[in-house]
């Protein structure tokens, strides 16, 4: 019984602990809704593909420029630490796609699912940022736009600038099948008939003796 009587004060001194600790769900749950409507457009955002143009992932780069809007008040981004770009999927390449589906809450958003970089902001007049960005391999083939989001010292995100999604570029993705193995396959079909067709030969010479 003694014994019975110690573990259950144990366990109830465990919960009592646990009750002053915050759980990741509640953490998560704490963290500051954002939603885009909300968001000034502060930011001029520039990418080097011309509309339609197409770069292939692994291999091209994608020249990404940011800057203040001149039409911003003095300390607009007074706010402003750092800037954390994210490549979009344009409207054509959401559709029909829930898995890219947009979201006005940014924690529910689904289009901009890929990291390009996050830059400490430039303040100053006339400040601009760059980033060229080598697409990664695992971009998939869809059209794509970037968005620029000017984060707080929290981390929440206080304003952004976007490319136009209706002047999207292309990325050609990786199929995952290399040349080397497309060449091998058919050197070994092309084997494979040479094979079958000199079998065929020598069978038939067999049964014409």
Not at 27 to 36: D, E, M, Y
Request: proline share 4%.
């Amino acid at each position: 019984m003694a014994r019975l009587a110690g573990v259950a004060a144990l366990s109830l001194v465990l919960v009592l602990l646990g009750a002053g600790v915050p759980r990741p769900a509640a953490a998560a749950a704490a963290k500051t809704q954002v939603f885009l409507s909300k968001l000034p457009k502060a930011l001029v955002v520039g990418v080097s593909p011309k509309h339609g143009e197409v770069v292939h992932a692994g291999e091209n780069t994608v020249t990404v420029t940011w800057s203040l809007n001149t039409s911003e008040p003095a300390g607009a981004d007074a706010a402003f630490k750092s800037v954390k770009v994210k490549l979009c999927y344009a409207p054509a390449s959401r559709t029909d796609r829930g898995w890219r589906k947009a979201s006005d809450d940014l924690h529910k958003d689904k289009a901009c699912q890929f990291k390009v970089t996050v830059q400490p902001y430039a303040a100053g007049a006339g400040a601009a940022g760059r980033f060229d960005y080598v697409v990664a391999r695992d971009i998939p083939t869809a059209s794509y736009f970037v968005r620029a989001y000017a984060v707080d010292a929290s981390g929440t995100e206080v304003a952004y600038g976007q490319s136009s999604p209706d002047a999207a570029f292309d990325v050609a993705g990786i199929t995952g099948i290399h040349a080397s193995l497309k060449v091998a396959a058919g050197v070994f079909s092309t084997f494979s008939i040479a094979a079958l067709a000199f079998f065929f030969v020598v069978e038939k010479r067999k049964k014409d003796k």
